[in-house]
């Protein structure tokens, strides 16, 4: 071969590999895994029309992007460098339907139909069961189908469970009537994503009615969350299963930037007057609690979250479709944070917490 002709073989090999390097440096951290992920089942339309007529700005755009599973979707992934999404039902979800028959046999749809959807992409997603949340018992063992059946890695469930004959009561799963639901969730070693759901019936009409552009992200959803999570720390759930493994998202629903103040009145003054959960609450955030970045990409406020409860708590997300990819990949490729913490939130606490394994870019 000439010398003319190796050099320009040689520069049409090398044009692929730099635009891969250049590629490679404009995503920093390939392999992110993202766990707030939500799709809808395409027969419930109206359903998720009406969600997105109140959280979406472009809802032809959201009900497209909510019913697919692995076309737009995995574009994104592979554009914006995310590996792996473990995929859950949208809120409200089964913890709408206030008859315990029908949310039952809707979970167990959701379910099936999940599996087969991703049954040959394992490398790319897993999903978080769906559960009825009207019986304890009912929950477990569909939990338990979910894990041994599908492998799936966890529940999501969406706050309350709404019941009564009219849909106004609301289930809440810190009493010991719920014990049997999480020793299952212990005994099969998988976390529980504790998600919102909107505020409904007398609930909404005394508190949000007359100020309705609060629910949802900008308050009401944080609210409904912390005060299920910090009414299971106080009732006890975590001390009669110091296993339990509970994620909540949105950086920790307002909560990690409580932390000292709740401290401060359970320790000096709600024990005193008869409060009797075991541990403080930062070890309960230590031992028992993660937080995902599901939709909150704010640098500051995450590097707050590092240093109150720690890097290790702490795991990326989306929160697709209600959120863009490009919002969340882009603030965190470009986020003012060294390696090591981007690697752990970005993908190994994920990996660790999940025992995930074989996915795409696992170890880029
Ligand atoms: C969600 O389910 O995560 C969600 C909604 C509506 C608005 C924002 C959001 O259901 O994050």
Same mark, same amino acid.
Not at 16 to 44: H, N, Q, S
Not at 94 to 118: F, S, T
Not at 190 to 203: D, K
Not at 305 to 331: K, M, N, T
């Given at each position: ?9 040689? *520069? ?11 590629? %490679?440096?404009?995503? #920093?951290?390939?392999? =992110? ?26 809802? &032809?755009? !959201? ?6 599973? #692995? ?6 992934? #592979? ?19 206030? =008859? ?20 040959? /992409?394992?490398?790319?997603?897993? $999903?978080? $069961? ?29 706050? *309350? ?17 719920? &014990? ?7 005994? @099969? ?13 007398? +609930?909404?009409? /005394? ?33 009669? !299963?110091?296993? @339990?493994?509970? %994620? ?9 930037? #409580?932390?000292?103040?709740?401290? !401060?009145?359970?320790?000096?003054? =709600? ?14 955030? $230590? ?27 702490? @795991? ?10 490009? &919002? $969340? ?21 994920? =990996? +660790? ?12």
């Amino acid at each position: 071969m000439s010398r003319e002709v190796t050099f320009e073989v040689r *520069t049409r090999r090398l044009i692929p590999t730099l635009c891969y390097a250049l590629f %490679i440096f404009f995503i #920093d951290m390939l392999g =992110k895994v993202a766990l707030e992920e939500a799709f809808a089942l395409p027969r419930l339309a109206e359903k998720t029309r009406w969600w997105a007529g109140l959280f979406a700005v472009n809802p &032809d755009q !959201h009900a497209e992007e909510m019913n697919d599973i #692995d076309k737009l979707r995995l574009n994104y992934m #592979d554009k914006y460098g995310v590996g792996y999404k473990i995929l859950s039902y949208t809120a409200p979800g089964v913890q709408d339907i206030h =008859k315990p028959e029908e949310a039952q046999a809707l979970a167990v749809e959701i379910n099936d139909y999940i599996a087969g959807a991703i049954k040959d /992409k394992g490398d790319r997603f897993g $999903a978080f $069961a769906t559960l009825s949340m009207h019986s304890p018992e009912e929950a477990a063992q569909e939990l338990r189908r979910c894990v041994t059946k599908y492998g799936f890695k966890g529940a999501l469930v969406n706050d *309350t469970q709404r019941a009564g004959s009219d849909g106004d009561a609301m289930i809440f799963y810190d009493s010991p009537d719920w &014990d049997v639901f999480w020793s299952t969730v212990v005994a @099969l070693d998988v976390p529980f994503y504790l998600h919102p759901r909107n505020p409904t019936g007398t +609930q909404y009409e /005394k508190l949000w009615a007359d100020r309705k552009w609060l629910v949802g992200p900008p308050l009401s959803f944080a609210q409904g969350v912390s005060l299920h999570l910090l009414g299971m720390v106080t009732n006890g759930v975590f001390d009669r !299963h110091p296993k @339990l493994k509970v %994620i909540i998202g949105h950086l920790g629903e307002h909560i990690p930037f #409580d932390l000292w103040r709740i401290n !401060h009145w359970f320790e000096d003054v =709600k024990k005193p007057l008869g409060l009797s959960c075991k541990k403080t609450i930062r070890e309960y955030f $230590a031992e028992n609690i993660w937080i995902t970045t599901s939709g909150h990409f704010s640098t500051p406020t995450l590097k707050y979250c590092v240093e109150e409860i720690g890097v290790e708590r702490i @795991l990326f997300s989306i929160d697709y479709p209600f959120e863009h990819f490009d &919002d $969340a990949c882009v603030w965190f490729d470009d986020a003012d944070l060294d390696l090591a913490t981007k690697r752990k939130i970005g993908r190994d606490n994920a =990996k +660790q917490l999940f025992g995930l394994a074989g996915f795409k870019d696992e170890n880029a």
